[in-house]
């Protein structure tokens, strides 16, 4: 073993987070404890991360087994597919090739930063954020529903968790937008917000969701008041074409806002109804108009959506070592 590799874990928090991997059906509170030390665990080692690195990059490695079994802890993956649970580590060692920095994966982020902000749970929310890093190391991206190139690259930061005001405010009880992934472009630019959304079956349906329609005003409000650049909504499978009316009328009222700060958007509008034919020989038809034609609309989000912070969806994103 090299010199320095030593996960930072005494025997009693292994002997916690080893029975939370192997028996399910201890109590919540065991749970919870076992958690809280896995979590610990990688805040210690990620003060070393290329020691980290190391280990996991070494299966024969003693503490191979501690890492791996502990991620599987913090993720809470009792109930994720082997094949899912295998992807856990790999997917931690491609962020860490180029991100060394991950505030808010193992402990929480501020509370100044949103109230009920909390540590990363779920299992996709690192396999996704890997996916992602490994299509930017590639110098590649997902395109969204928008346009909208999503990645990340090296030169990129990222946090999880962050916590975005609604309507200006944070306030004690909802009202906040949470993305669990954010990508920091520069410091002059709004940053990137993902949702992501795993299913085992083969449509995620976000409208069955309490307050899923309360949440995209949210999120739109986020976006006009420019805290966000971008909002996505990524999923392993597919949305229901519920799910993408919704967004696409949350989208229609952000540009219908938009045209009101931006006259050179209602003249690109214009000419995407003239590219139909639809122009019924007027030279020009209201922003008001405009939104009330879905064609129009659609066509304009697939040729400038990129440039306009809205909310896009992409499927079908699956992390492979």
């Not at 110098?139 to 090296?154: C, E, M, V």
């Not at 999120?219 to 971008?230: C, K, P, T």
Request: one cysteine or more; a positive charge; glycine letters at 6%.
């Amino acid at each position: 073993m090299a010199q320095g590799c030593n996960l930072p874990v005494d025997d009693k928090d292994w002997k916690d987070i080893k029975n939370a991997t192997l028996n399910v059906q201890i109590s919540k509170n065991d749970k919870k404890s076992a958690r809280e030390n896995a979590r610990e665990m990688f805040l210690n080692a990620l003060k070393r991360p290329d020691a980290l690195i190391r280990i996991l990059n070494d299966i024969e490695n003693i503490n191979y087994k501690k890492a791996k079994l502990a991620l599987e802890v913090a993720m809470i993956v009792e109930h994720v597919p082997e094949n899912e649970k295998n992807k856990l580590v790999p997917a931690l060692k491609t962020i860490l090739a180029k991100h060394k920095k991950l505030p808010g994966m193992f402990k929480a982020i501020p509370k100044s930063r949103g109230p009920g902000s909390g540590p990363m749970v779920q299992h996709f929310e690192l396999t996704a954020t890997a996916k992602l890093c490994q299509l930017g190391q590639q110098g590649q991206a997902l395109r969204s529903s928008t346009g909208k190139n999503i990645s990340i690259y090296p030169s990129n930061e990222i946090s999880f968790g962050y916590k975005y005001a609604s309507n200006y405010a944070y306030k004690s009880k909802g009202g906040t937008i949470e993305g669990d992934i954010n990508i920091y472009r520069s410091n002059i630019t709004a940053p990137d917000g993902i949702d992501t959304k795993y299913t085992t079956g083969n449509v995620k349906r976000l409208n069955n969701e309490k307050g899923f329609s309360d949440k995209l005003k949210d999120v739109s409000s986020a976006l006009r008041d420019g805290q966000l650049n971008s909002y996505t909504y990524v999923t392993n499978k597919v949305f229901s074409k519920k799910d993408k009316e919704m967004i696409f009328d949350a989208n229609c009222e952000l540009i219908e806002h938009y045209t009101q700060h931006d006259s050179k958007l209602v003249a690109k509008l214009n000419g995407q109804m003239k590219l139909q034919g639809n122009d019924n020989n007027r030279n020009y038809v209201t922003a008001t108009e405009l939104i009330k034609n879905k064609e129009t609309i659609e066509r304009f989000i697939k040729t400038h959506g990129e440039y306009y912070p809205l909310i896009g969806t992409a499927e079908k994103i699956y992390f492979e070592p």
